[in-house]
């Protein structure tokens, strides 16, 4: 073993990721430290933490997004390591900086990789000299509506305007002709300044219907770099990623190297270590363009966990205390098929809206197949303030039929009750004849959303809910009533356990 | 016990008698053989002759959810012989309470008390997680009383107005 293993590390973030790297720590033997924000005192994340310190209000700057009182608990708690997780500070290069400057390891990239890979336009300078596939374009913001009107005669319409230090969509606009150009140009700009405060915007060609295809990469502090993978994430919705699967169906062994090798070969020119993700636009003809990279641990990364057998964030630490890789390229094999439904506290029925309020109701799936990473319980009042991100579910099977299967069953058994939740939209996608089939794009999600659902209501089931409204009236069983009783319950169930505690003692004295 | 229930705009009525642990049950006049079991607040398993069922409830906001499988209904229950009853059921045409879908706060009212408004006016803006919802009015009418200002943190179920 190289270097020394950590002894405390600081969890820097909240929800089911928290839950997730704290539950890494423990298996390790490693203490693990969180931080939270005045409304996530009662959160999952805090009550299953070895330490817990308070960092501040709801909103997010001055609590998740706030250095100086998070390296201040690094230091009271001696942590000697931190994990950012995914969102908040986990890819901002002064935070790593910080950390490096405070004498704490900071679990992931050194900040001069995430710097090269921060920017898209820097990224796409680094990576052409690499050789990496791109889609045809610019790899320097556009200075002038000239200069987008001649590129973009160059390469030809659609195209795509993109903010450079963009994501999730903004600063996006998809331009079909010349005479659109100037006024998407400027709505595009505005909106990157007003969401990045940059208003750099770049142009490349629009690959219509694309698919969103990304491939997990591990690199160590010694120079060896492994790919794990890719992900096929073409599900979403606003740019935002709903439903995750590992491998891709479309991808062939082929194709994976080829992708792999290239992937490897941008880890390799930004000097990167640790886990990241090299996300890419494939094409109907299976061309794959660099798209970006994104270097941290990714939401959707239990699906590689599943049909790679390896624990991601145990490899991340492990690689941030200064260890050797344990496997080479040739020791990874993908085995079976897995599938992630992203469940949000969100509502379905009015445009996705977030439903956030108290959990009163939790019945969650298990059995053959079923990973469940989350961060909510039955009783908790999920805050306003953050990403409705609730938890996520994931479906294994030797075969993608065998996960769908798999993860359509345990849909069927998760209830989550006195919230709105995302759950029957993942019922719809995995019944869908597409889905099912594997056509796959960007597009999926939009189109099926715009077929209005065939809802056959079942008369049978509509008498049983009559039957039950009245049982449940009957009972004094309302959700109000029930909550009385269970409060009853704990407390009488306390007293059993303190009268068992009693006897034990007893025992034990004898 | 008599209740008149209302399941996704359909009624019923139900009898239903407990007696030493058994139910009797009569739908719309039809004898049908029920057995239930409160398996847990909220979640109740029922057979309906040999059938098995596992219905769940919730409420959501003020509506009552009942859910038999994966499916939702929106469930209303009331007795037709108490007062309460009849009034709710005369609902539909008097002052209607506009309440908050969700927890949040009220960024912005669209309308003042005494405004004239149609069904599908926006009244307020209400804000969670950095995202904001307009609350229409269900009906055509006059804003007879605004109950929040902006600013106001609300939960969900609270009145925000009132619709006349």
């Known amino acids: 073993m190289f270097g020394k293993m950590f002894n405390k590390i600081l969890i820097a973030n909240r929800g089911e990721i928290a839950v997730r790297v704290l539950r890494a720590c423990h298996e390790m033997g490693i203490a693990a430290v969180v931080v939270y924000s005045d409304v996530d005192r009662a959160a999952l994340h805090v009550r299953k933490a070895d330490e817990a310190y308070p960092i501040g209000a709801a909103p997010a700057s001055e609590s998740y997004l706030n250095i100086p009182k998070i390296l201040d608990v690094a230091k009271r708690s001696g942590a000697d390591a931190i994990h950012p997780g995914y969102g908040f500070l986990s890819e901002n290069a002064k935070f790593a900086q910080a950390c490096a400057d405070a004498g704490v390891k900071f679990i992931g990239p050194t900040p001069a990789a995430m710097n090269a890979m921060g920017s898209k336009t820097r990224a796409r300078q680094a990576m052409e000299k690499a050789g990496v596939p791109f889609v045809p374009g610019t790899s320097r913001g556009v200075e002038s509506v000239e200069e987008a009107e001649q590129v973009a005669a160059r390469i030809g319409y659609p195209v795509m305007l993109k903010a450079a230090a963009g994501g999730g969509g903004k600063g996006m606009r998809l331009v079909h002709a010349a005479d659109q150009l100037k006024s ?10 007003r969401s990045f405060g940059d208003s750099e915007v770049y142009l490349e060609k629009a690959i219509i219907n694309p698919r969103h295809i990304e491939m997990q990469i591990l690199a160590d502090e010694h120079g060896n770099s492994v790919y794990l993978g890719e992900r096929e994430c073409s599900l979403q919705r606003r740019h935002q990623k709903v439903l995750e699967e590992a491998p891709s169906p479309m991808v062939d062994a082929d194709m994976r190297r080829r992708m792999g090798d290239v992937a490897v070969r941008v880890a390799q020119a930004a000097n990167y270590s640790n886990a990241g993700t090299i996300e890419f636009l494939v094409d109907q003809e299976k061309n794959f363009y660099f798209l970006e990279m994104n270097t941290r641990l990714q939401v959707e990364h239990p699906v590689t966990e599943l049909i790679t057998g390896l624990d991601l964030v145990h490899l991340q630490i492990r690689i941030a205390a200064g260890e050797k890789l344990p ?20 509502d379905p ?126 009972l004094g069983a309302s959700a109000a009533a029930a909550a009385e009783r269970a409060e009853d319950r704990t407390s009488a169930s306390d007293a059993a356990a303190s009268k068992w505690k009693d006897a034990s003692r007893r025992e034990g004295l004898r | ?51 098995a069922y596992e219905v769940k409830s ?40 506009i309440v908050a879908p969700m927890p949040g ?40 009383k605004i109950l929040v200002s902006e600013g106001a943190a609300v939960n969900a179920g609270d009145v925000l107005l009132i619709v006349e």
């Open chain 1, 184 to 193: 998407s140009l400027e709505a595009a700009r505005s909106e990157a300044e």
């Open chain 2, 1 to 51: 016990m008599l209740y008149d229930v209302t399941i996704d705009g359909k009624n019923y009525r139900l009898e239903l008698n407990r007696a030493d642990g058994r139910w009797s049950c009569r739908l719309d006049g039809r004898d049908i053989e029920v057995d239930a079991i409160l398996a847990r607040p909220d979640v109740l398993s029922l057979r309906i002759g040999n059938m």
């Open chain 2, 58 to 97: 919730e409420r959501v906001a003020s509506e009552l959810h009942l859910w038999v499988g994966s499916t939702r209904f929106a469930a209303e229950v009331r007795d037709p012989r108490s007062l309460r009853g009849r009034a709710r059921a005369g609902e539909a045409q008097g002052p209607k309470k």
């Open chain 1, 327 to 346: 496997f080479k390229q040739e020791d990874v094999r993908l085995r079976g098929h897995a599938i992630e439904c992203r469940i949000y506290a969100e």
């Open chain 1, 349 to 474: 029925d009015n445009n996705y809206f977030p439903s956030p309020g108290k959990i009163t109701l939790l019945l969650q799936p298990s059995g053959p197949g079923i990973r469940r990473d989350s961060g909510m319980y039955e009783g908790w009042t999920v805050p306003i303030d953050y990403d409705p991100l609730l938890a996520k579910l994931i479906g294994y099977g030797t075969d993608r039929d065998q996960a769908i299967a798999r993860l359509t069953r345990a849909l069927s058994e998760y209830f989550v009750g006195g919230i709105k939740t995302n759950i029957s939209l993942f019922r719809r996608i995995l019944g869908d004849a597409n889905f099912r089939a594997a056509k796959l794009d960007t597009g999926f999600l939009d189109r099926m959303l715009q077929r209005t659902e065939d809802k056959a209501v079942d008369s049978r089931a509509t008498e049983v809910a009559a039957i039950a409204a009245g049982i449940f009236a009957t």
């Open chain 2, 105 to 144: 706060k009220v960024v912005r009212l669209l309308v003042r008390e005494g405004d004239e408004v149609a069904a599908g006016t926006g009244l307020a803006v209400v804000e969670a997680m950095k995202m904001q919802n307009e609350i229409k009015s269900p009906k055509k009418g006059t804003v007879q």
